[in-house]
């Protein structure tokens, strides 16, 4: 075995408890679920959608009677930190045992915020990753028992079961980052009359994040453990495959891009840090989180679209293997060392988001190139993205990045 392959086969993996019902009448065992949680006082976490616009609640509340003792439906996109604490109130003074987030990102994420406050009875800036300048951050250990989750899905997102959150702050940061790996699910539910509920629009947002993942995972394929490669070539396969047919409302296809999620959060536990996977996709997401916090309105799945590319143009030379394995997903073999490769990928990767319905600039958005600045100084305060300050070296590369996705040159 040689040094290359001797160090991919060098890792530590974990694996969490975790119960996933999936198809026809997976909502059903919802209530075996609580019985064995021992929980009888649930509550209910939603957005205001959910609650009126759909039958998921009533019939959440009819299959586990007895077991509900109230409903929250006030998250927002992008779980602000003020409807986080309002419900973390209401479930104190319901003394809850159990929370039930029903939704897509904002309500997962916003769920496990709720539970670590409840559990270490702190302000959210106590319990936030601290980040200090020019020193990578640290994320706060937060030891206090948390109550269970159950997640019920209406869109595929890799926040169905980690352990990992962020909320919207207005304050002196366009976010707050939490981790307490007790606050991960007991079970997830992909049911179709779950997932039927949510609207095309927001159904193909959160699965493009999904399906954006997958490629971009698929640049760092050849430098992971055999674990993570697997996780990793089938969550792509499943995505690339479902995300069209999402368009026929497809439940089959929804989920199976449930299940691409899932198999990217196995990726991470299997050590594959899947956000910080390469210098690209680090690059694309923090600065698609800095435009969804800090322009309200703009999804991070439309960052996603439009900062890939542009990225992969500005520092695609500095990995080309990274690069070159985008390529071969992409369906193009041109050798690494090819000065056009990084153009080539990119205008393959602006034809594919294209065909998918996704813009891949933000010139129709209300932003100016005087807004790059302030981008590029959120991008680089997201731990997942950069944790070890890589992306302070490139912050030069980009800032360009972003500028010619706001303005196209």
């Given at each position: ?10 890792f ?10 999936s ?6 065992a ?14 209910i976490?939603?957005g205001r959608?959910v609650?009126?616009?759909t ?5 959440i509340?009819e ?6 003792a ?11 930190a003020?409807s ?12 809850a045992d ?5 939704g ?5 994420k916003g769920?496990?915020?709720v539970?670590m ?6 302000p ?6 601290e ?13 206090a028992?948390?109550?269970?989750i ?8 890799s ?6 959150s ?7 940061a366009?976010h707050l980052?939490?981790?307490d ?6 079970a997830?539910?992909w ?7 949510a609207?095309?629009s ?19 394929i ?16 499943l995505a690339?495959?479902?995300y ?8 089959a296809a929804q989920?199976?891009l449930?299940?691409a ?6 990726d991470?536990?299997?050590?594959g ?13 923090a600065?698609?989180?800095a435009?969804f916090?800090?322009f ?6 439309r ?5 890939g ?7 695609g ?27 080539l ?13 996704w813009?891949t ?5 209300d932003?100016?190139?005087s ?5 590029l100084?959120?991008?680089v305060?997201?731990y ?6 890589l992306l ?9 990045g ?5 303005k196209?040159?």
């Amino acid at each position: 075995m040689n040094d290359h392959d001797l160090a991919r086969h060098t890792f530590d993996a974990r694996n969490y408890p975790l119960r996933i019902h999936s198809g026809t009448g997976a909502l059903a065992a919802l209530p075996k679920e609580l019985e064995r949680l021992g929980a009888s006082r649930a509550l209910i976490l939603c957005g205001r959608s959910v609650r009126e616009k759909t039958h998921l609640v009533q019939r959440i509340e009819e299959l586990c009677a007895g077991r509900i003792a109230g409903v929250f439906a006030g998250i927002s996109e992008g779980a602000p930190a003020e409807s986080i604490e309002e419900a973390a109130r209401i479930a104190g003074e319901l003394n809850a045992d159990a929370l039930i987030p029903i939704g897509a990102g904002s309500v997962i994420k916003g769920g496990r915020v709720v539970a670590m406050l409840l559990g270490e009875g702190r302000p959210l800036l106590e319990l936030a990753t601290e980040h200090r300048n020019d020193q990578p951050p640290v994320s706060r250990r937060l030891m206090a028992p948390k109550i269970p989750i159950l997640n019920v899905l209406t869109a595929p997102t890799s926040g169905q079961n980690r352990g990992g959150s962020a909320v919207r702050y207005h304050g002196t940061a366009h976010h707050l980052e939490f981790f307490d790996p007790k606050t991960r699910p007991h079970a997830v539910f992909w049911d179709p009359e779950a997932l039927a509920t949510a609207p095309l629009s927001l159904m193909r947002s959160t699965s493009f994040e999904v399906y954006w993942w997958a490629l971009m995972c698929m640049g760092a394929i050849d430098t992971v453990n055999p674990l993570v490669q697997s996780s990793r070539k089938h969550a792509w396969t499943l995505a690339y495959d479902a995300y069209p047919r999402l368009q026929n409302g497809d439940a089959a296809a929804q989920i199976d891009l449930c299940a691409a999620a899932l198999l990217q959060n196995r990726d991470e536990e299997d050590g594959g840090r899947p956000w910080s996977s390469q210098l690209l996709a680090r690059a694309a997401y923090a600065s698609s989180v800095a435009l969804f916090n800090g322009f309200p309105g703009v999804t991070q799945s439309r960052g996603y679209a439009a900062f890939g590319p542009n990225m992969v143009r500005e520092l695609g030379a500095l990995v080309p293997q990274v690069t070159y394995n985008l390529g071969l997903a992409l369906g193009i073999d041109v050798a690494a060392t090819n000065p056009k490769l990084p153009e080539l990928v990119a205008d393959a990767m602006t034809k594919l988001f294209s065909d998918l319905g996704w813009p891949t600039s933000l010139a129709d958005c209300d932003l100016a190139i005087s807004d790059a600045p302030k981008l590029l100084k959120f991008a680089v305060r997201n731990y997942n993205a950069n944790h070890d300050r890589l992306l302070d070296r490139h912050s030069d590369a980009i800032l360009r990045g972003i500028e010619r996705t706001i303005k196209p040159i």
